[in-house]
């Protein structure tokens, strides 16, 4: 099991080469740490670097002004004090970070305004047009690696079907498929995968979940829909009332005629 010790060493060798050290700068500097001056030899043993490099390590920290070397035999070095070494480097993020964030301040104003000049309100989630939903649909059983959702009317029904093939697959990769249909679909559904799981009751609303993540809202003609990418509370709600209503239907013998009041459109 690797130390706390062990761990936070080394946080700070891979911060040290994240500001622009070499690996063998950065563990000659951290050595070096705290021991005053202090030969070159030393360092190496320290360090465990190779003695035959350690003298070239040692000048090129000198020259980005992190070491203090004498310059006499023996080689005696010691380390500048950390505020003062990347006190310089610090103001340089500094001032980067700065520039950045006043760049995407920049950027979102011109977002915003381009936007707002065609009449355009950005939203989180896209809308698709009748073609585009069915390809969605199958994209995402493709995609799909634990779970699908859905409660759907005859409408999203037919789109299940024409996407039986892709069901079949998912399925077989170990996805499981929960349909709250309405009662019209039952007939039809029969040519669904066996190991779809299915309740029946009156549904006037589609809505597909996919991997609790991915929510696809078909309006209520089927001319278009909404796909949102979500893991905040609007899913939790969705899921929580497929859930509920998925338990309650439980001990209808796979019948209920409890009408769902879902989402009715987009």
């Given at each position: ?158 789109l299940l079907i024409y996407s ?25 559904n029969k040519i669904l995968p ?73």
């Amino acid at each position: 099991m690797i130390s706390e010790d062990k761990i936070e060493n080394n946080e700070i060798l891979g911060g040290l080469e994240e500001m622009g050290l070499s690996k063998y700068e950065s563990s000659a500097y951290y050595n070096l740490l705290g021991k005053g001056m202090i030969s070159a030899t030393e360092v190496a043993y320290s360090s465990n670097l190779p003695r035959t490099k350690i003298y070239s390590i040692l000048k090129r920290l000198e020259n980005k002004k992190l070491v203090l070397i004498n310059n006499q035999k023996p080689l005696m070095c010691r380390a500048i004090s950390p505020k003062e070494a990347f006190n310089g480097i610090i103001t340089k993020y500094e001032n980067k970070l700065n520039g950045l964030k006043k760049m995407i301040i920049k950027l979102q104003q011109i977002n915003d305004e381009g936007l707002q000049s065609k009449g355009i309100e950005e939203k989180k989630y896209f809308v698709l047009n009748q073609f585009s939903t069915t390809s969605k649909i199958i994209d995402l059983i493709r995609k799909s690696h634990e779970s699908i959702d859905a409660m759907i009317n005859p409408l999203g029904n037919k789109l299940l079907i024409y996407s039986k093939d892709e069901l079949k697959k998912t399925i077989i990769d170990g996805v499981r498929v929960r349909l709250i249909c309405d009662i019209k679909c039952e007939s039809e559904n029969k040519i669904l995968p066996n190991a779809i799981e299915q309740k029946f009751s009156q549904v006037n609303t589609n809505v597909f979940i996919f991997d609790n993540y991915n929510i696809l809202i078909l309006d209520s003609i089927g001319t278009k829909s909404a796909l949102i990418h979500s893991n905040e509370i609007f899913l939790s709600t969705m899921m929580n009332q497929f859930n509920d209503l998925w338990f309650k239907l439980e001990n209808n013998f796979l019948r209920s005629t409890n009408k769902i009041e879902f989402v009715n459109n987009i």
